[in-house]
Nanobody, 130 residues
């Protein structure tokens, strides 16, 4: 599956951005999806993740209550709504997808390690000014 992120940009602290991850090539509903971010000099970390069947969500403690992940399988997209942004949210944000076969018993799993995923987008820059 090919992934393309959009929606990044420059915003003042307290503002909002909406990131979208569009999939092509395969049915997105066969994938668990995660939004990762990587700031300069830091490791890539999971900001949010959603199970293949959408039943479970994961949020990093640093974004709980501010970020919302959702998926629309009919449109092959996963969205990350980011509110109350802080300067420490500044990073390159990546969409990642993990394929799960139709017979998988893990449709409700959320995956939070970069090594769990085998498809990545090119990333989109989010910069929050103070």
């Amino acid at each position: 599956v090919q992934l393309v992120e959009s929606g990044g940009g420059l915003v003042q602290a307290g503002g909002s951005l909406r990131l979208s991850c569009a999939a092509s090539g395969r049915t997105f509903s066969d994938y668990a999806v995660g939004w990762f971010r990587q700031a300069p000099g830091k490791e890539r970390e999971a900001a949010a993740a959603i199970a293949k069947d959408g039943s479970r969500l994961y949020y990093a403690d640093s974004v709980k209550g501010r970020f919302t992940i959702s998926r629309d399988n009919a449109k092959d997209t996963v969205t990350l709504q980011m509110n109350s942004l802080k300067p420490e949210d500044t990073a390159v944000y990546y969409c990642a997808a993990k394929y799960l076969s139709p017979t998988s018993a893990r449709d409700y799993y959320v995956y939070t390690r970069p090594s769990d995923y085998n498809s990545w987008g090119q990333g989109t820059q989010v910069t929050v000014s103070s």
